[in-house]
Structures are given as C-alpha cells and as structure tokens.
C-alpha cells in the first residue's frame, strides 16, 4: 500500500467536491471516531470465535468500515502533516520497548503491570 498515495488521491476526491472546508482535524477525528464505531458494529453480537471467522456478510460490512477508518486516519494526519509511515515505524519501536518479548509473550497485561 502506498500511503502517499492514498493521501494525494484523497486530497483530490476533497478538493473536486470542495469538502476541504469540513476537512479540518476536529471534524475528521470525530468521523474516524464514528467509523471506528460502525467497524465495532458489526462485531458487537459476535461470540469470541464467531469474531475470529466472520461469515460474508459481516466480512464485507468490516472491510468497508475498515476502509472508512483507514481514509478518515490518513486525512487526518495529512491536515496535521503528520508522516504516517514514519509515525508507524516509531510507534511500533515505543511498543517493542514497552513490552519487551520476555516479558509481554502470551500475556495481555498492560506494560505498567509488568
């Protein structure tokens, strides 16, 4: 996937419908908060295995949801010129810090409780 890609061709689809006015990073979290909700939606009944082996249906609604949080995320950090591959690669560094593999492997415990 090419991140910066996507971002050009989201920037255009804003500008061609002069959206770029609602665009800005208060409006965008709160649509990615909403996706991120319709995404939680289509899970919301499902037993921990079910989760695990959506049928097509729920497959579907979760891939479309998920797109929708992956756009509204990298609008968002476009409108705060915010590098999202860099931000990744460093947020996955502060993680590997934080929960170290000797101590994080086959548990679920917050690094504080360590």
Known sequence: MDIEA?????KEFAEARDWEKFHSPKNLA?????????????????????????DQKALAAAKEELADVI???IRLAD???VDVGRAVEEKIAANGKKYPVDKAKGNAK???EF
């Open 71 to 73: 756009i509204y995320a």
């Open 6 to 10: 996507i971002r050009g061709r989201l």
């Open 110 to 112: 917050k690094y504080d």
């Open 30 to 54: 709160m649509a990615l908060s909403a996706e991120a909700g319709e995404l939680l939606e289509v899970f919301q009944w499902l037993t921990e295995e079910e989760s695990r082996n959506p």
């Open 79 to 81: 409108k705060l010129g």
